[in-house]
């Protein structure tokens, strides 16, 4: 049977998910999402920049190839994310968002108490929400019970490279929610995108960490293994850690036994 | 009649429309949302959402992001 995950009513086989900034260039970019295998793209809202009104960006998408995912980053304030949420809906028609509200400028970490205000009026408004939030397992919860279609802690800091801090909140958030949870932001090279995977994560968001890399569309090829390997991992049942060895090698039939 | 569209002053016509100013600006009519006196005006109203004195006008599309 084919491994797949739901969000809301949509079904995803790559459970990669990458964002579309910081590209060198456009065409890096487009390289970069075919190797990475993503079926959801994230992009932003912002306004129209009259020097280039016809744009390029949104022809450069395939949008028959991608689901988008409208973001709302850079919002600080919970009517802020929602009027963004809402402009995104207009302009893609798409009923999917990813939610952020961001309560410090430094850390960009969310502001829980307005994450949460913003989510339950997109909720009742029909959007399917993706939350990014804190790796808190109340948190998590919360936003599950109020009615987002997922929930979306972050590894680190957005942009950090720092890679998963807390697995075990991350196990902890797993064990909380029956929605999907996709590791969010702070993922830096191969191997914390696979940790995330055989923590037993449904996905994997990111954008830095491919766009930001030497080689990005090397990258997005080597984050789309980590996620598949990580993944079979997680299936397959690794073996239980252990202090002392244990031979591979039959002991028995030893030669001058 | 000067309207504010994104924070800016533009000089329009009388009687010009949402779907009018887009054309006016280039910019493309498919892939924006706009949002008028902070109420989004559906796309299929554009053509007969017509604009007047000091309304605030704010255009929005989509850009890379993560």
Known sequence: MEDTFKIGTRTFTSRLMVGTGKYPSDEVMVEALRESGAEVVTVAIRRVDFKKPAGSFLGRIDTSRYTLLPNTAACYTADDAVRTARLAREALSTDLVKLE????????????????????????????????????????????DIGCAAVMPLAAPIGSGLGIRNPYNIRIILES???????DAGVGTASDAAIAMELGCDGVL???????????????????????????AYRAGRIPKRLYATASSP??????E | MKISVNGRTAEIAEGTTVEGLLKTLGIPLQGIAVELNGEIVPSGEHPRAALKEADSIEIVRMVGGG
């Open chain 1, 101 to 144: 509200v961001i309560g410090d400028e430094r850390t960009l970490f969310p502001d829980n108490e307005a994450l949460l205000e913003a989510a339950k009026i997109l909720v009742r408004e029909g959007f399917t929400v993706l939350p990014y939030t804190n790796d808190d397992p109340v948190m998590a919860r919360k936003l599950e």
């Open chain 1, 177 to 183: 929610v029956k929605v999907p949870v996709i590791v």
């Open chain 1, 206 to 232: 990111m954008n830095t960490g491919i766009a930001g890399a030497k080689e990005p569309v090397r990258m997005a090829r080597a984050m789309r293994l980590a996620v598949e390997a990580g993944r079979l």
């Open chain 1, 251 to 256: 002991v028995a039939g030893m030669v001058g």
